[in-house]
């Protein structure tokens, strides 16, 4: 009896919150994301943490079998804690949290929890110095453009937030590392892998752009907002199909891998809203509005509802990021009220009973395995939605 009226208390919460005169679609607060974000978030530095370390582990509950399946060719992918992709995850999302907190405790958690972690992972016997996919005290491991770039953009949002100086500084550090990965074949373009040179990503591109336009800001340095446009215009030329959206990678041979995720969209996203805010060029507003509309119409459902297809959350989280920048400068709510709706129904929803999020959109799968980044994808979106008034 008591399973029977769970059920049928998720299916009313699930109709509910997805109804296309919901609630949340009118701009209710029925959801206080502030609280959610951050009681999730300690729910997640608890389950996944060590005591003897500041590391994570990469799954909760821990699976020995358990495999990453992420980091390219000839990887083993299984080690005790988790690789720097799903670590940095956390940054991100107390940025987030700090950001639109202003929470002296969230910029504690960074500092001394989080940061000393993320050290871990720093490689400077190879030069330049960078971030590891593993810990500097496992046999060495492969260098990502990519994932350093995610780290060098909330190093920069903290210098931003903060005014402190050793954020820029290891902003810096992480840039030069990242364009390092630069060079003139296919006109252009940073690589995804410092060790796997094969192909010239959207994801190792278009954030490249957003992190180069934040140094900007960070410093006004005209250098950063040269290759900001030019990361983004090769981006553009390279990678965006005919329906707007933008495809995953360019091999060497010029064939190109047509797979669509959501982040490269929002990143593309938010380099054009960016460059709007700093150029006032109407253009690049012209451009993220295009985007997103098309980036909408391919990664949520059509059919009225608004769901979000089912994809990485971490992915969706990026995307999220786009269509915050882009609601800043045009000030329409479409996109992020249908974000707000969903993570409604992730919070009211789609959580097990140690307060993890499963990864359905439709809350019909309720995986048993939760990978640490889908958990933080959602804390980093609690925190962003706050920017819909």
Same mark, same amino acid.
């Given at each position: ?113 989080? @940061? ?24 060495? %491991? ?7 770039? #995610? ?23 992480? #840039? ?53 446009? %030019?990361?983004?215009? #090769? ?19 010029? %064939? ?12 593309? @996203? ?76 992730? #919070? ?42």
């Amino acid at each position: 009896m008591i399973k029977y009226c769970t059920i049928v208390i998720l299916v009313f919460l699930t109709g509910s919150v997805f109804s296309q005169e919901s609630s949340s679609m009118r701009g209710s607060t029925s959801v206080d994301m502030l609280k959610a974000a951050g009681s999730s978030l300690e729910v997640i530095l608890e389950k996944y943490g060590s005591k003897k370390t500041s590391l994570l582990r990469e799954n909760f509950p821990v699976d020995e079998r358990y495999k990453a399946d992420y980091l390219g060719d000839g990887a083993s992918g299984k080690q005790e804690y988790a690789y720097l992709w799903p670590y940095s995850g956390g940054l991100s999302a107390t940025v987030a949290l700090y950001e639109h907190s202003e929470s002296k405790k969230y910029k504690s958690i960074i500092d001394k929890r989080l @940061i000393p972690g993320l050290e871990e992972y720093y490689d400077d016997k190879r030069k330049p110095a960078g971030y590891a996919s593993y810990i500097s005290s496992a046999p060495v %491991s492969d260098r990502f453009y990519d994932d350093n770039i #995610w780290i060098g953009i909330d190093f920069t949002n903290l210098y931003l937030l903060t005014g402190e100086t050793k954020y820029l500084e290891k902003a810096k550090i992480v #840039w030069d590392f990242v364009y390092s990965g630069h060079d003139d074949l296919l006109g252009g373009g940073i690589y995804w892998c410092e060790q796997k040179k094969t192909s010239k990503n959207t994801c190792s591109n278009a954030p490249a752009a957003v992190f180069a336009l934040k140094l900007y800001e960070a410093t006004k340095d005209g250098r950063y907002l040269g290759m900001g446009k %030019s990361l983004y215009e #090769w981006t553009k030329t390279h990678l965006q199909d005919t329906d707007g959206v933008y495809m995953d990678n360019v091999r060497l041979d010029g %064939s190109v891998d047509r797979a669509k995720y959501p982040y490269n969209s929002g990143q593309m @996203i938010e380099a054009a809203a960016l460059l709007y805010k700093i150029t006032n060029e109407p253009r690049y507003l012209e451009e993220a509005q295009q985007v997103a509309k098309a980036s909408f119409h391919h990664f949520f459902e059509t059919d009225g509802s608004h769901r979000l297809k089912n994809n990485d959350n971490w992915f969706i989280a990026v995307m999220m990021r786009g269509f915050v920048q882009l609601y800043k400068l045009d000030n329409n709510p479409t996109y992020l009220q249908a974000f707000r709706k969903n993570l409604d129904f992730a #919070w009211m929803a789609n959580r097990d009973e140690n307060g993890l999020f499963y990864k359905d959109w439709k809350g019909e799968k309720k995986n048993e395995r939760k990978w640490l980044l889908d958990q933080f994808a959602i804390v980093e979106m609690f925190a962003n939605i706050l920017v819909l008034k």
